[in-house]
């Protein structure tokens, strides 16, 4: 995984590069759009997060407007992770981004996208950046700052080494 990792890397950072997009909050509105992707907004039942759908030479994301922004932008980064990294699909529903099969096995599509919105959402670079002119790292500041939720914040930051993730009082 780790070589497919420096590819999406790679490829987030093509596509921050090409949109000229250089700080946080990453604008996955603007990318999509950039991409030929319209968005949509639907409330759905809680448990479905988004989809992605090609249809007769449209594509587009339909996004659960119950969920909150921060999810909805998740949703968005994922999806539009799902159109970059797997260009064969044509439909994909998304329900809370389950990584594990049913019968035990690892969905590596749906890995390959959560590192990928991940990126997209906190780029490498943009964090350490931060990290380093910041005294001290406040995660909750951090999550404001990119638009994320707090959780995902701390697990970036502590997969990037940049927190203990045994520290209990984040």
């Known amino acids: 995984m780790l070589l497919k990792q420096k590819k999406i890397q790679a490829g987030v950072r093509r596509l921050l590069h090409d949109n000229k997009i250089t700080r946080p909050a990453v604008p996955v509105d603007a990318i999509a759009d950039a991409l030929?992707?319209?968005?949509r907004y639907e409330p759905a039942?809680?448990?479905l997060s988004g989809a992605l759908i090609r249809k007769k030479g449209e594509v587009f994301i339909g996004v659960n407007s119950s969920h909150h922004i921060n999810?909805?932008?998740f949703t968005i980064a994922?999806?539009?992770a799902h159109f970059v990294l797997h260009k064969g699909m044509k439909t994909h529903v998304d329900?809370?981004?389950?990584?594990n099969l049913r019968d035990g096995r690892t969905n590596q599509e749906e890995i390959e996208a959560n590192v990928f919105a991940a990126e997209l959402l906190m780029p490498v670079e943009f964090i350490t950046r931060d990290a380093e002119r910041s005294k001290i790292i406040d995660v909750r500041r951090f999550a404001s700052r990119y638009q994320v939720?707090?959780?995902?914040?701390?697990?970036?930051?502590a997969?990037?080494?940049?927190?203990?993730?045994?520290?209990?009082?984040l």
């Not at 030929?36 to 968005?39: D, L, V």
């Not at 997969?159 to 009082?169: Q, R, T, V």
């Open 36 to 39: 030929g992707i319209a968005i």
């Open 45 to 47: 039942p809680d448990g």
């Open 71 to 73: 999810r909805q932008r």
């Open 78 to 80: 994922h999806e539009i």
């Open 95 to 99: 329900e809370d981004f389950r990584i």
């Open 149 to 157: 939720s707090q959780r995902a914040m701390e697990i970036r930051l």
């Open 159 to 169: 997969n990037l080494g940049l927190i203990d993730p045994s520290d209990e009082s």
